[in-house]
């Protein structure tokens, strides 16, 4: 696709990957909203972006409504929604209870379901569309104390496969992208004490590059590691 002119809806663009990713696609000629759930976050990282801003919680089907209804008033079409938004939640199995599973299946999983199921609306309807998912590399492989947050991530690979077979015959190229050792704010702040994590940059320039294909083919899924994080 080309990204000038085109539309993206990112969620969780406040930091890290999604504000990255917005803008390179803003300096690229794109236009871009992003979403997330704490407003002042959100309005900096809109005017350090120049995307539309969404104060919107993926968790909630009435926001879901909400994102759509001011995304599309402000640009009148969607070209490709990227599935960012995610939150953390680790623990040993003994230690796990049913809020811990809710609380990130709400966001990753459910959240990410139901923005795409409001786009495959639009992108059947108009027989185009794109969306990129944020997965991880847990969601290829668990870990000790991480069964929580590697087991969404996993659901969220078993839903870009089935929504693959779905959309592929209405031109819609989903894309999952598996990112190693990040820089994330999952607590609340960057972490940056790890200097040869991933950056947000690195994750915005392979979204980039992959939508870049011209619209023919696609990349089903990829991973992206961090060189030398350690």
């Known amino acids: 696709m ?3 002119d085109s539309t993206f809806l ?6 890290g990957i999604g504000k990255a990713a917005a803008k390179m696609i803003v300096e690229k000629g794109g236009k871009a909203a992003i979403t997330a759930r704490g407003k002042d976050r959100l309005m900096k990282a809109a005017k350090e972006t120049g995307a539309f801003p969404i104060n919107t919680d993926v968790s909630k089907p009435g926001d879901i409504e909400k994102t759509y209804d001011l995304f599309l008033k402000e640009f009148g079409k969607l070209d490709c929604l990227i599935n960012n938004a995610g939150i953390a939640g680790g623990g040993n199995v003994n230690e796990l209870t049913w809020q811990d599973f ?4 709400s ?3 459910f959240g990410a379901g139901m923005m795409t199921q409001k786009a495959s609306e639009i992108f059947m309807k108009q027989k185009y569309g794109n969306i990129i998912n944020i997965g991880s590399t847990s969601g290829v492989r668990g870990s000790a104390g991480s069964s929580i947050y590697a087991s969404s991530k996993f659901a ?6 089935s929504w693959q077979a779905e959309l592929r015959k209405y031109n819609v ?5 598996n990112p ?5 704010s999952f607590g609340g702040r960057e972490t940056d004490e790890v200097s040869n994590r991933l950056r947000g940059i690195e ?3 392979a979204i980039v590059s992959a939508l870049e294909m011209d619209d023919r083919g696609f990349i089903p899924e990829f991973m992206v590691w961090a060189t030398n994080p350690f």
């Not at 990112?10 to 930091?15: L, Q, V, W």
């Not at 190229?173 to 992208?177: K, N």
């Not at 190693?180 to 994330?184: D, G, H, L, M, N």
């Open 2 to 4: 080309k990204i000038k």
């Open 10 to 15: 990112i969620t969780g663009g406040s930091s």
């Open 102 to 105: 809710e609380k990130v299946y």
């Open 107 to 109: 966001v990753n999983v």
């Open 156 to 161: 969220l690979r078993g839903l870009t496969l």
């Open 173 to 177: 190229r989903i894309i999952l992208i």
């Open 180 to 184: 190693s050792e990040v820089r994330t």
């Open 203 to 205: 994750i915005a320039h």
